[in-house]
């Protein structure tokens, strides 16, 4: 398998461009509008936020503390629900592909994640432009978020790999993972810190994997601290059981899904 994603770089490349050059071939703007489009939100959060609603994190004096609080969850938050919603439609929205082409099927779930890491590669990197501006870049703790990033990604590549398969069969998977993220959303500490639900609420989060990367990610840009890497490891187990399990269904029930598309 990993000899046939070798030999199909070129595919993946190929498609991961094309996809970006589509979205913005018709656009005026063209592909100046991945650059506005967060930039914006992150002025919305800087302004609203920070200058007029004044609002502050517990032991942090900044005065962008919550704005950057805001980004580093939402922006973070954004890069693991695409990866799980475009796995969990890959191999519907690809099916005269997968029909009429051959190619091995397990190039479409690293097209999604590679085309979903250009997004937020540009979306981040405004981000790191504003934390240099506003002279709350953390220094070489940053680079701690690397360990995190992956930990994200596969774990949001196992969801999409096992719902996107199960989506195949069964069409309402796709809906009830919509509402779960909206649920899920809510329920990690993004727009608001840990420290303000009830002491008898806190340890439920020990089960929510998305809270441990989110609050990693908090720790280093908001904090400047390494993160609480134990918290992680939970994550880190369930993320890789994920792909495993999704990449044995996919190739046990491959041929069905042609059959079922």
């Known amino acids: 398998m990993l000899r046939g994603l070798w030999s199909y770089r070129g595919f993946v490349l190929g498609s991961v461009k094309r996809e970006f050059q589509a979205k913005y071939s018709n656009a005026i703007l ?25 609002s502050k994190l517990p032991g942090v004096s900044s005065q962008f503390a919550y704005s950057i609080y805001l980004c580093a969850g939402i922006l973070t938050w954004g890069l693991f629900a695409e990866i799980v919603t475009r796995g969990q439609n890959m191999f519907i929205e690809q099916a005269n592909l997968i029909k009429k082409v051959s190619f091995p099927r397990i190039c479409l779930p690293l097209i999604a994640v590679a085309s979903a890491l250009v997004n937020f590669g540009i979306i981040f990197g405004l981000f790191i432009v504003f934390l240099v501006a506003s002279h709350n870049f953390p220094g070489w703790v940053f680079f701690a978020l690397l360990p995190v990033l992956a930990v994200q990604v596969l774990l949001a590549l196992g969801i999409g790999m096992v719902a996107g398969v199960l989506n195949v069969f069964f069409r309402d998977v796709g809906q009830f993972m919509t509402i779960a993220m909206q649920f899920w959303f809510w329920l990690t500490p993004i727009v608001y810190p840990a420290s303000i639900l009830p002491e008898g609420v806190r340890p439920l ?31 880190a187990v369930l993320a890789l059981l994920l792909c495993v399990f999704g990449l044995r269904l996919f190739r046990k029930r491959a041929g069905e899904m042609v059959d079922e598309l």
């Open 30 to 54: 063209g592909a100046l509008w991945s650059l506005l489009s967060p930039l914006a939100m992150i002025v919305v959060y800087t302004v609203i936020f920070a200058e007029v609603m004044h």
């Open 205 to 235: 989060l020990a089960w929510n994997p998305m809270a441990a990367v989110i609050q990693s990610y908090q720790a280093i840009l908001v904090e400047g601290r390494m993160p609480a890497w134990h918290t992680l490891l939970p994550a």
